[in-house]
């Protein structure tokens, strides 16, 4: 890669021409602490998936649309379940002998 800084070279006498500032005392206690509680992307994933759901059943509720992003999760599985459930009953109908081996 062509390292050609002449383009930039009012820039670099800017900077070489700025005082020097000291940092306080404090500048990198201050920085880690805000560091700490800042949440990154990966942070924030494992806190969804992680937090405490509360498990409520109202199945009349998420008919008319109430249900809340916990009760979706809870009726995905059950979704989940009912269709894994059914494909197995109609394929052991349309295929017995891959299920009752004789």
């Given at each position: 890669?062509?390292?050609?800084?002449?383009?930039?070279?009012?820039?670099?006498?800017?900077?070489?021409?700025?005082?020097?500032?000291?940092?306080?005392?404090?500048?990198?206690?201050?920085?880690?602490?805000?560091?700490?509680?800042?949440?990154?992307?990966?942070?924030?994933?494992?806190?969804?998936?992680?937090?405490?759901?509360?498990?409520?059943?109202?199945?009349v509720r998420a008919?008319?649309?109430?249900?809340?992003?916990?009760?979706?999760?809870?009726?995905?599985?059950?979704?989940?379940?009912?269709?894994?459930?059914?494909?197995?009953?109609?394929?052991?109908?349309?295929?017995?002998?891959?299920?009752?081996?004789?």
């Amino acid at each position: 890669m062509d390292n050609n800084f002449s383009k930039f070279d009012d820039l670099i006498q800017l900077m070489e021409k700025a005082p020097d500032v000291a940092p306080p005392d404090d500048f990198t206690s201050k920085v880690m602490l805000s560091v700490d509680d800042e949440k990154g992307f990966s942070a924030g994933k494992w806190d969804f998936l992680t937090r405490r759901r509360t498990f409520s059943l109202d199945p009349v509720r998420a008919l008319r649309g109430q249900a809340g992003s916990q009760d979706h999760f809870v009726y995905s599985f059950m979704i989940a379940a009912a269709y894994l459930i059914f494909a197995v009953v109609l394929s052991s109908l349309l295929w017995p002998r891959a299920f009752f081996w004789r």
